[in-house]
């Protein structure tokens, strides 16, 4: 068994080829599988005759696969190590691009997007325990932005990239491709990761159980950020996956050749949203600003392009699209609230907590979103009217309405408290000191 006590460490160079690559490779895989659907929609809607519920549950499918491996993958990770993890998980995930490539009904599709979401399950917490194994602690918020912005890398090469792809090959030669990738994406890890990263064994270390997650559920702090940011990353991450680019299509009546490309600048915002998110929090900090009040404010503003999508806002809809990426990237930064709030053994339990939660929360939004569309008769192009949109469009925004007025609420009463006004109760007083000072 693998184990990282003692472990020195590595040359900066040798951390880079022989760790932040091959892991950073599986992440970025991990992101274009998981938007891909965007870009294909139009081939497996006139390959399968798809509905728009149907679409939705066959690209959702990959989310609730995704977040039910979670806890045991988080297990697996403490008691083996990334480096067989992954092998065995990216050997999975090239499986179902293989199902998903041979698939010739309905079922069998979301069987395949199913086992490919259970194979990348692991892909960013594996490459987030090898790396903090092998360099200080101290360059480890700068190295994690560099993998999601390889996220991000990934999520943009789904769009133009696989638009000019498909222009040498049809989707299930597409698929056969992301197979083959996979496969060797597993493989590389295997071959060059060191061979370590396990923390059984570690005096302290304990693996995640059902009973020490619960713990995190229970935390004050962990509550009130996912009572804000939890709803609107699950609607980031089910929307931009596949509805954005049909919205597009259906809405505002761009070719696919422009939507590929819209969905491209969309999804290369990523990368610039999230450098930009650690600046202006790291910002805002300096200042006293608490992250939970910089989230407060990007949730506003996601929800705003929303609505400006229930209102068809005509102008600039290409604009629209792109904002609702770049401004929800804010989302992402529940995952340093609850690593600032919670003790620091905490933090591996909270990590896999919420990915659980958001990625359970996509399936049922991109799932949902798709229903609620289909409850709309398409015309003879297979375009859904605009009204289906904006319905779906405004049951999100309500969806994400209590969030932002549990904040404003709580925020009044920590004005109150300062002006003399008002008393806030021991268990309000923990949590906003829990979030208010980063450990």
Sequence with gaps: METDRELPRLPGMTVFFHVFLPFALGHYLSSLLRNVNAVLAPQLVGALALTPGQLGVLTSAFFLAFALVQLPVGIALDRYGPRRVQLALLMLAAMGALLFATGTSFGQLVLARAVIGCGLGGCFMSAVKAISTWIAPGRLPSVQGYLIAVGGLGAASSTMPVRLV??????????????????????????????????????????PTVRSVLDVYRAPAFRTTISLVLVPHAVFFGIQGLWIGRWLADVARFPDDAVAYLLYMGMASVIFGAIAVGMITEWA??????????????????????VAMVCNWRPSMQLLSVLFVLVGTITGIEYAIVAQSLPREQTGRAATCLNLLIFIGAFFVQAGFGLIVGLWQPDAAHHAPALAYRVAFGVLVALQLPGLGGYLRNFLRRRQVKCGIAMLTPKEDYEIGSLRSPR
């Design 166 to 207: 498909l222009q040498h090959m049809d989707w299930r030669g597409l698929f056969l491709l992301l197979a083959l990738c996979t496969a060797c994406s597993g493989l590389l890890i295997w071959l060059v990761a060191p061979r370590a990263g396990a923390s059984a064994g570690v005096p302290g270390a304990v693996p």
């Design 285 to 306: 900090a300096r200042r006293g600003i608490a992250a939970l009040d910089v989230a407060a404010i990007g949730v506003l503003l996601f929800v705003l392009v929303q």
